[in-house]
């Protein structure tokens, strides 16, 4: 699993934050937009949604608990824009929930080219492309190039 390294202090604070605020507020990632609300999500088999229960995260250093608003899930959802973030990872989160499992021979090698496929695109293209990937395996257009 790739995640984001947090600062090594005591706090752990997020390498974006600076003193003026987040540094990448405008692309920040999703789970940014959500917070302080979580989501627990999965993809079933066979269905075109996923299924997702949402939850408060409460924590001290949100300011954002002191403000009178009150908000409801969907509004919160669609004033960050985390629907559009939504439909773009609910196709990935299809592929890391699903239940098909990718055997027991060689699980190491396929978890190693799932991995690069996933958090490193360059060597993943080299690997394709420089090695007999295309000699071993029948690619239909457009997909090879």
């Known amino acids: 699993m790739v995640k984001l390294k947090m600062g090594t202090d005591g706090e752990q604070i997020c390498p974006f934050v600076t003193e003026k605020g987040c540094a990448i507020y405008e692309d920040r990632p999703a789970a940014c937009r959500l917070y302080p609300i979580g989501r627990a999500s999965t993809m079933v088999d066979g269905e075109k949604n996923s299924r997702e229960k949402f939850f408060i995260v409460r924590e001290s250093h949100c300011l954002g608990f002191q403000e009178k608003k009150s908000w409801t899930i969907g509004e919160w959802l669609e004033h960050e824009g985390v629907n559009e973030y939504n439909a773009m990872n609910d196709p990935w989160l299809g592929i890391i929930t699903s239940s098909k499992r990718l055997g027991d021979e060689e699980a190491t090698k396929k978890f190693q080219v799932f991995f690069l496929a996933s958090y490193n695109l360059d060597k993943f293209r080299q690997f394709i492309f420089e090695s007999r ?11 090879r190039v």
């Open 133 to 143: 990937f295309f000699d071993l395996f029948e690619i239909n257009p457009p997909y």
